[in-house]
């Protein structure tokens, strides 16, 4: 089955860029999504990518695919103190269940 | 819209009990999916309902059950209640579930003492 693997931790200055990076096992999955998740919350669905896209941009995020390499990565621009919590990145398969990676937590520093 | 109303937010049990959790589903969303959380096993995927059927399950004991009624809102039910099932369950929907958006609820979290 699917496994979807993330480094745990990513600290970054306010201001800079932020790339979290993910990768995972099946190339069957057709989307691949980035979810925030901030204490005390649920899930937020931040945005995803369909399996026949390289890039999707939206504001601050970009999302990078390198189906190749089976490498997803989410860049949010202009790392703000709002942004820190935890991103997960998640593989979904035509028929199946999501698979969660275990969640990077992204701390911004001032 | 609202957005996926999840009830009780917290809940605490002893060991042996039953727990019923409710979720309330976007408008028009006909699936709905439930996880577990738990800062040792991350979010691991328990069940799917869609049209009041169940879909999928994940590999949980039958201990953990689920069903959902004819207006899309999923009840999950857990018997006998054992310590490792502290967590936070979340409930997701879906317009069609599978590989769709899944959008979120802020969960239930159930401590049992």
């Known amino acids: 089955g699917e496994d979807v693997e993330q480094s745990l931790f990513l600290s970054v200055r306010e201001g800079d860029s932020s790339v979290i990076n993910c990768t995972y096992t099946?190339?069957?999955?057709?989307?691949l999504y980035w979810y925030k998740q901030e204490p005390g919350a649920g899930l937020q669905l931040l945005t995803y990518?369909?399996?026949?896209?390289d890039m999707k941009q939206d504001q601050r995020l970009t999302v990078l695919l390198n189906k190749k390499d089976k490498h997803l990565s989410l860049r949010i621009a202009d790392t703000q103190t709002g942004d820190s919590a935890i991103y997960f990145c998640?593989?979904?398969?035509?028929?199946?269940?999501?698979?969660f990676g275990p969640g990077t937590r992204l701390s911004v520093l001032p | 819209k609202a957005g996926v109303t999840q009830t009780p937010r917290y809940l605490i049990k002893t060991r042996g009990q039953q727990v019923t959790l409710s979720c309330s589903p976007i408008?028009?969303?006909?699936?709905v999916s439930w996880y577990q959380q738990t800062p040792g096993q991350g979010l691991q995927f328990l069940f799917e309902?869609?049209?009041?059927?169940?879909?999928n399950k994940g590999n949980f004991p039958g201990r953990f059950s689920g069903r959902q009624f004819s207006n899309s809102r999923s009840e999950m039910n857990v018997s006998t209640l054992e310590l490792g099932d502290s967590a936070l369950y979340l409930c997701?929907?879906?317009?069609?579930?599978?590989?769709?958006?899944?959008?979120f609820g802020d969960g239930t979290r159930l401590s049992i003492l």
């Open positions: 408008s028009g969303h006909r699936s």
């Open positions: 998640a593989g979904a398969i035509s028929g199946q269940n999501f698979v």
């Open positions: 309902y869609f049209s009041e059927t169940q879909r």
């Open positions: 990518i369909f399996s026949n896209m």
């Open positions: 099946d190339s069957s999955s057709t989307y």
């Open positions: 997701a929907s879906s317009q069609l579930g599978g590989n769709q958006p899944q959008h």
